[in-house]
């Protein structure tokens, strides 16, 4: 579907406050501030600080952002200096010619071909999943999954089991995920050292996951020998030819890769069955879907979306209803016309998936959970936008939704996941997380 360029003008919406403007009800709650100023207009300018912000949701609008006039704009300078520490030089933070240059690199990695190699981890992990819950009757799903996919991006990267330390890791995640979300709402920028704020909790983290990154690049490259295919081994097969091969660019690559790849994926799948657990109807037609589906048969996603058209649109479903990149940044870098609203220099774009997923023109009874809404949806990717859009869309979608299809489907298969039917709460971080009805009664099938 294309996108019609948009005409329109920016509703101004008055400073609640005269010197921090409308920061208070943004870093308070940043989802309710945003779903309510969207109901006013789908464009939208206020101002935290001294900065203009505009907040679109408006398709045309978000398809010049991320398309059409993308030059103009660069991810987010204030997300990236607050995350270098994390993420190094990857992807994530990385711009102009350096973010082409690792994008060139990472690409042959992801490509389908080299994805659809990792079908056969993506199942033994679900195996050994399942030896795990063999006479267990309650887990905290959210911990359940996370654990599961760290475990598949982990033998993706690096092409072997690794002696990774779970508990250490979710440890790890958990403080990551609790002191960047208000790191990143926080409007001043703080040095990592300063002992204020989520800070030290921070460092913690970030040295936490080195040691286990750090170690396992070193384990990997004592065990070159292994056949296996791996996203490492592509990435210093690439990395070698354009002579940036090293330590810490690898780290930085592979810290940009786990956390992209294990995070999102958990929370996908968390808030999944827990709105399955409150849809028994939907639950029950995904068991019948995929309990006597042969999984070790599958060679590609496009297999999987056709042999488990339900799953996928479950996934989707979830995914518009509480996609994990909820909101990310442009700044733009020249001045520049958006809509009819001419936009300075250094000012901040605001686009928010989980708003423009609730908008009832594209998705009639928008708070609504029905999977069945996809058999017929055609959408432009700035309507859709799960993976963002234009030329900065998730390198990792393919992967994400061949993985998130298959551990939903085949838990599915095998077990009832009873979560709490509670109205579902999260925890705006740097992804979107369930903070209630995670625990859940497991039922063999």
């Not at 579907?1 to 208070?24: D, I, R």
């Not at 900065?51 to 010049?64: C, E, K, M």
Request: glycine residues 4%.
């Amino acid at each position: 579907m294309n996108t019609v360029p948009s005409e329109l003008s920016a509703h101004h919406l008055p400073p609640q406050h005269f010197l921090s403007g409308n920061l208070k009800p943004f870093a308070t709650d940043i989802l309710g501030f945003l779903t309510s100023i969207n109901e006013i207009s789908p464009f939208i300018r206020f101002r935290i600080l001294r900065t203009p912000v505009y907040f679109i949701s408006d398709a045309g609008l978000v398809n010049d952002v991320l398309s059409n006039k993308s030059q103009a704009y660069i991810r987010n300078r204030s997300f990236a200096r607050r995350l270098r520490h994390l993420f190094g030089h990857g992807l994530l933070t990385s711009e102009g010619e350096e973010w082409k240059r690792l994008r060139k690199l990472s690409a042959p990695a992801f490509q389908p071909k080299s994805t659809n190699t990792y079908i056969p981890i993506i199942l033994d992990e679900l195996e050994h999943l399942m030896s795990e819950w063999r006479g267990c009757q309650e887990v905290d799903i959210a911990k359940a999954m996370s654990r599961v996919t760290a475990r598949i991006i982990t033998r993706c990267i690096f092409g072997m089991h690794l002696d990774v330390d779970m508990v250490e890791m979710e440890t790890c995640m958990d403080e990551l995920m609790t002191s960047l979300g208000p790191r990143l709402r926080y409007p001043i920028y703080t040095p990592d050292w300063l002992p204020v704020g989520g800070n030290p909790a921070y460092r913690r983290a970030v040295n936490r996951l080195d040691r286990l990154i750090i170690t396992n690049i070193r384990h990997r490259s004592a065990q070159q020998h292994t056949k296996n295919p791996s996203l490492l081994s592509d990435l210093e097969t690439a990395s070698r030819q354009e002579g940036l091969i090293s330590e810490a660019h690898l780290r930085d690559q592979i810290v940009t890769l786990f956390l992209a790849g294990h995070e999102t994926t958990a929370t996908t799948l968390a808030f999944s069955f827990i709105l399955l657990s409150q849809h028994p109807q939907f639950a029950e037609r995904l068991q019948a879907e995929s309990q006597h589906t042969d999984f070790a048969t599958f060679c590609s996603l496009n297999d999987i979306r056709e042999r488990l058209p339900f799953a996928y649109n479950v996934v989707q479903e979830t995914m518009r209803l509480y996609p994990a990149g909820y909101l990310f940044g442009r700044t733009v870098v020249h001045d520049t016309l958006l809509g009819r609203e001419a936009i300075k220099q250094k000012s901040l774009v605001l686009i928010s998936p989980y708003v423009s997923h609730r908008n009832p023109a594209v998705f009639p009874e928008p708070e609504r959970f029905n999977p069945d809404r996809w058999q017929h949806l055609t959408l432009s990717r700035s309507q859709y936008l799960p993976f963002s859009a234009g030329s900065r869309t998730c390198i990792g979608e393919y992967l994400a939704m061949l993985e998130a299809c298959l551990v939903l489907a085949y838990i599915r298969s095998r077990y009832r996941v009873q979560c709490g039917i509670a109205p579902i709460q999260v925890q705006p971080a740097v992804t979107l997380r369930p903070i209630n009805n995670t625990e859940a009664q497991l039922q063999t099938l």
